[in-house]
């Protein structure tokens, strides 16, 4: 029997997984600098968390959600996205609480049953930051700034970033009206799913991907005229703290966003490079969602960027490569010495100590193959030197290969570690 990776997921494979880690990393650096501490949460979590933050009219909860019943007939759902389970955590968190505002980041998979196309997958990454608890227009810039960097770090320092305000309790009402009133008029063009969104989100149709509704939510109402006194200067306040920081942004009066925990603040970052998907990333203000999931008043904001879309923005996919040299090929120079070099190896990774920048990176051999073919093994995987780990304890000869000649011989391991570590030194060690 053969089996194949599931539809619309996939393996990352070295050197690509290489890239990935890089990456991710160049983001943790970007957000600890910014204070965002990381919280790890499970990937299912009870299905009403989703439903109720979400939202039951959105197409994720609609038809994209992994759902099971588990043993106990609980429904459970895979995480499809990162807020509301970082809210659940943060509510259950005393110590997360006390922190004011909270400053919180996660990277990890999600899980969404859509169509497969490119940048479109079922299992995808993302890296998102959460801002807890801060209600002014500062945190919004804070957040778009802070994902702003995090796409110069990694090498994208040009981006769209859309901005929109939903607006909140007092005049999303209103502009959901308009925008139902203009539908209702053009009835006979929308699709079956906006047919049935026009009774039970109109928002909705804005955000409808079926090129056939496209025309219309082009010629939708913006929401800008719609917004009462209080979101239109939270918005103008963010535009003006973005123009400080040097960011251009877009207005986008149309941009609703696929989840309707939403309140104020939206927006979308674009890079050119990715086609039709071409949204790196998005986030939003939630000033309602602690409260509904039973927490005090907690005004928030946060944005997800999606990693395998951030990863093709980057460039071109590596030519498949080879793993990365030794710098130590452990040679048993007989049968009986194969353990003693394992254990040579282990020693040997750890030269330089507790504080050397990274170990050694060293390799031995597991087949029992000849020293002979051992050899051929080193000199193929392009080991820097090579260790031979005589039968009878007689030191350890050393050769170097990119010379080709044979090194001073130690007499034991603390000697062989020394020698190394001195020759190491001044490269990569630091202590
Ligand atoms: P979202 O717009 O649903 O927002 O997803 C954010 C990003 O995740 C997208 O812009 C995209 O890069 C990536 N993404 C989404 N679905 C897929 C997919 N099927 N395949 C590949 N990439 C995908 C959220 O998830 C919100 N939680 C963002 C947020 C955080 N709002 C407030 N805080």
Redesign the pocket.
């Known amino acids: 029997m053969k089996f194949q990776v599931p539809r619309g997921t996939r393996d990352i494979l070295p050197p690509d997984s290489e890239r990935w880690a890089a990456i991710e990393t160049q983001a943790r650096t970007i957000l600890g600098s910014y204070g965002y501490r990381e919280v790890r949460t499970p990937i299912f979590e009870s299905t009403d968390l989703f439903v109720r933050s979400v939202g039951e009219s959105t197409d994720i909860v609609r038809k994209e959600l992994y759902t099971f019943d588990d043993r106990k007939g609980r429904s459970l759902t895979l995480r499809p996205?990162?807020?509301a389970p970082l809210v659940r955590a943060y509510l259950e968190s005393a110590g997360l609480r006390q922190e004011n505002p909270g400053r919180l980041f996660y990277l990890g998979p999600m899980f969404?049953y859509?169509r497969p196309q490119a940048?479109?997958?079922r299992q995808?990454w993302?890296i998102?930051a959460?801002l807890l608890g801060a209600a002014e227009p500062a945190a919004d810039a804070e957040m778009i700034d802070l994902f702003v960097a995090i796409l110069r770090a990694v090498g994208l320092p040009t981006v769209k970033v859309l901005v929109n305000s939903l607006g909140d309790d007092a005049c999303r009402p209103v502009y959901r009206d308009r925008v139902r009133a203009y539908f209702e008029g053009h009835v006979d063009r929308l699709c079956t799913d906006c047919r049935e969104r026009l009774t039970t989100n109109p928002l909705r149709i804005l955000d409808c991907k079926v090129p056939a509704c496209q025309p219309l939510v082009a010629d939708a109402p913006g929401v800008l005229d719609s917004l009462c006194d209080a979101c239109r200067d939270h918005f103008a306040a963010v535009q003006a703290a973005l123009r400080a920081l040097g960011i251009d942004v877009d207005v986008a009066p149309r941009l609703v966003?696929?989840?309707d925990y939403y309140t104020r603040t939206v927006f979308e970052v674009h890079v050119a490079t990715l086609g039709a998907q071409n949204?790196?990333?998005?986030?939003?203000r939630?000033d309602k969602l602690v409260g509904e999931f039973g927490g005090p008043d907690a005004p928030s904001i946060?944005?997800?960027?999606?990693m395998?879309?951030l990863v093709m923005a980057t460039g071109k996919p590596l030519p498949a490569g080879g793993p990365p040299e030794p710098d130590v090929y452990v040679v048993a120079r007989a049968p009986g010495a194969a353990v003693e070099a394992l254990a040579v190896a282990r020693a040997l990774r750890g030269v330089g100590g507790p504080g050397a920048a990274t170990p050694l990176r060293v390799m031995a051999d597991v087949q029992a193959r000849s020293a002979s073919s051992q050899m051929k093994v080193a000199s193929r995987a392009g080991a820097k030197r090579v260790v031979f780990v005589p039968p009878d304890g007689d030191g350890y000869a050393v050769r170097d290969m990119i010379g080709g000649n044979d090194e001073m011989k130690q007499p034991d391991l603390d000697a062989l570690r020394a020698w190394l570590r001195a020759r190491r030194a001044g490269s990569t060690e630091v202590a």
Do not use: C, K, N, P
């Not at 949204?279 to 939003?284: L, T």
């Open positions: 996205e990162g807020t969404r859509e940048g479109r997958y995808f993302q998102g959460e966003r696929g989840l949204a790196v990333g998005g986030g939003g939630y946060g944005f997800s960027i999606g395998d879309r």
